[in-house]
């Protein structure tokens, strides 16, 4: 089967060109002007850019994280995605039991995502806890299974102490996997925390409050120098939101050290300025939303080429039933944020439709850093021989987020009301038409695991 996209602006992190793209067997088998093919399906993108399809490397689909499960799982969330430019994600996995293996809960998600996930996936494993086993146990989840980079946490349940979190920093480095952290200070938010619930101070209002920006820059520079404890070993920060954060990000880059620094839409077009709405509790989530002047910081990082990764760290979870109901009590509402879908159309709006940052750059952060750091070799690009995982982008279609639009699993969006310009109007996910003007028409079950490279430093 051959697919001929004619007439298109055809944009990757290497080219601007007019042209045509041919699809054969699910790869780009030619890029040029006045291409044919005699049996080949015509897709006319009438002048539209067309895109590598985005890799969201930061997803929690059906999550169990105590309190609740993560409403999405991996048929709606990946369906989501599809309809919003995004042809693979890399998910988070959650926590397993007390006391388990690395390779635990890389089956329980295999089983969660084979035969439901409609675009090609990946996961990051998950270290709740760090012995001999543990580390021992690294190499072969790299070089056997295929994942090649490993989340640890300072805060919540399986937080890590430094020590262990140093331990595990220095085998990733030396197995060829890249280190990802959630970077709070656990110490510093119980005690901020405790302080709001002293005072009575106990709705959703205060969430931001209780975890103020300084302990996650702090965090951010205990493991920056961890990491450099570790013989240099790679590092990954997720979700930052905030400028002193990227400050210590920006020191340790110039110093040489493989830092890398991923943010999220959610800290480029929301500000705590939602905890004073009534409906606050839809925007907990952690780190919180911050100030209003966070996000311009945020946005030089991105165009200084300090920030590389604009993943979303979606975690879903119905208003009605799962966060309403903790309204009046911010400790018992379950964080996360539904935004799959949003991630590529907010960006390039506000981003490449705004002058902000260029369509190149929008395919660096969406597209090309992502399957560069993330070891997906055959993605990211719109080389011949790559996957032809792609998105059309009509640059004049308007449109304002709704939530009847999504096509989650979650009864809202954050992003409610904002004003859209430019739209994926078809994807392609290894040459099969998957959503088209709005309406998903892909398969359950057509994704597709993705085993990973070791990872290599790209820059």
Known sequence: MATLIKNAQLVDSFMTLRGDLLVEDGKISAIGSQLHHPQAEIIDAGGH???????DVHTHLNIDVGIARSCDDFFSGTRAA???????????MGFGPTGCDLHHQLHVYQEYAQNNAVIDYGFHGVIQHVDDAILDEMASMVHEEGISSFKLYLTYGYK??????LRAVSQLGKVGALTTVHPENDAAVQLCRQRLLDAGKRSCRYHGQSRPLECEAEAIARMINLAR?????????????NGLGLDYIRNAQRSGQVVIAETCPQYLFLDDSCYERPDASKFVLSPPLRPKEEQQKLWAGLQEH???VVATDQCSFRYQEQKQPAEADFTRCPNGLPGVENRMPLLFSQGVMSGRISAQRFVELTSYWPAQIFGLPHKGSLKVGQDADLVIFDPNLEQIITHSQMHDLCDYTPYEGINIRGWPVLTMSRGQVVARDGQFVGEKGAGRFIHRRPFKNPF
């Open 49 to 55: 850019y067309l895109f590598p399809g985005g890799i």
């Open 82 to 92: 599809a309809c919003g430019g995004t042809t693979s994600i890399i998910d988070h």
């Open 160 to 165: 890590l102490n430094d020590s262990d979190a």
């Open 229 to 241: 404890l570790a013989g240099d070993a790679p590092l990954y920060i997720v979700h930052l939101s």
């Open 306 to 308: 300090s920030i590389q």
